[in-house]
């Protein structure tokens, strides 16, 4: 979606604001000049891309967990908001393995928390319920999986955000099916990468800390498969179905958010791509965890149905979302002006 100005002076509540995608879309967002509130824990790494994202003062920011209900139910109630957009989770595969309770609580009953917010209300007009990839049951198989398919994620995070889909499907289907009801989705992206992410176990992120530490980058699994795309490709995305729902409620459903063919690369090309436009001597090693926890190894999207109704198509390919991303890690290791390299790249990929 390049026009944003639908959002000049939406009110639009966005839970995760303060995690990677979440702080893209709130730049996003005010600049537009949506009346945009988050709701979310505190960021969730150091360093972190909101405290960086000169976002203070021009949106209005709620510390708080989307398991409690009744904190989440004052924040939503005060923004009385016509767009929800979802992306609170527990993110990280591997954290769920680690502590995967906190993880159903999160994904799950937090989606139902915020369901119940927009349940109770008569202000929403449009709620998008972000989920992942991860939500099909993988069959390890070569073309991509269509929103038709089975939902059984693998591990407790793929697992719960199975489940958080068909919460919204169970929702949609008991509270949202009259006239004027709000439209409800939920779109489904591939692995997400750009400058200011700092999540611990995620490649991109790994090889920027092995950069500024001097040391060669470690792979873990570089023979799977992922369908790679920038951030700003699924943040531009949510938007536009939470613009068109908004406008015809008939279009609400299910949409994977992926990239094209040609961008689901293994993780070693991907890592060789980052190398290649990093330079400097950067070498990587390969040290495969047999021991880890269960990964699929092979994972695309078919992303028809988006491109079908709404016309979408991706804007960057991964060797410009790989040199983007090099760029804004140059300027934050440089102490440049990270908020004014995020708006150049937004203007950029919205030209």
């Not at 509130?37 to 976002?55: K, Q, R, V, W």
């Not at 990239?259 to 495969?288: H, I, M, Q, R, Y």
């Amino acid at each position: 979606m390049k026009d944003l100005s639908f959002y000049k002076g939406k009110r639009v509540f966005l839970t995760g604001h303060t995690g990677f995608k979440g702080t893209w879309m709130c730049r996003i967002l005010v600049n537009a000049g949506a009346i945009l509130t988050g709701y979310s824990l505190e960021p969730p790494t150091e360093p972190n891309l909101f405290d960086m994202a000169g976002l203070q003062g021009r949106m209005t920011s709620v510390i708080g967990d989307i398991r409690d209900y009744d904190a989440l139910k004052r924040a939503f109630d005060a923004a009385q908001p016509e767009i929800v957009i979802h992306m609170a989770a527990q993110p990280i595969v591997r954290d769920s393995y680690k502590d995967p309770r906190y993880t159903y609580e999160t994904n799950v009953m937090g989606t139902v928390n915020l369901l119940e917010c927009v349940r109770q209300s008569d202000c929403v007009r449009s709620f998008l319920n972000v989920t992942t990839d991860k939500v099909y049951l993988n069959r390890e198989w070569e073309w991509g999986y269509r929103e038709e398919e089975m939902l059984d994620g693998y591990d407790p995070y793929s697992n719960s955000k199975s489940c958080s889909e068909l919460a919204t499907h169970s929702y949609r289907n008991s509270f949202f099916g009259e006239p004027g009801a709000p439209a409800i989705s939920t779109a489904r992206a591939g692995n997400v990468i750009g400058g200011g992410d700092f999540a611990n176990d995620r490649i991109i992120p790994d090889c920027v800390r092995a950069v500024q530490a001097g040391k060669d980058i470690v792979v873990r699994n570089p023979y799977s498969t992922r369908p790679y795309q920038h951030v700003l490709e699924p943040v531009t995305a949510y938007l536009m179905i939470a613009r068109r729902q908004y406008e015809a409620p008939e279009l609400a459903g299910w949409y994977n958010v992926g990239p094209d063919e040609c961008d689901c690369v293994t993780t070693g090309g991907l890592v060789d791509l980052f190398v290649s436009k990093w330079g400097n001597g950067l070498k990587w090693v390969n040290l495969a965890d047999a021991q880890g926890p269960h990964e699929a190894n092979f994972l695309k999207l078919d992303c028809s149905r988006i491109k079908s109704v709404f016309g979408w198509r991706p804007t960057w390919h991964i060797e410009k979302t790989i040199e983007m991303t090099c760029a804004w890690t140059r300027v934050w290791l440089n102490g440049g002006d990270v908020p004014a390299e995020m708006d150049r790249e937004i203007a950029e990929f919205l030209k």
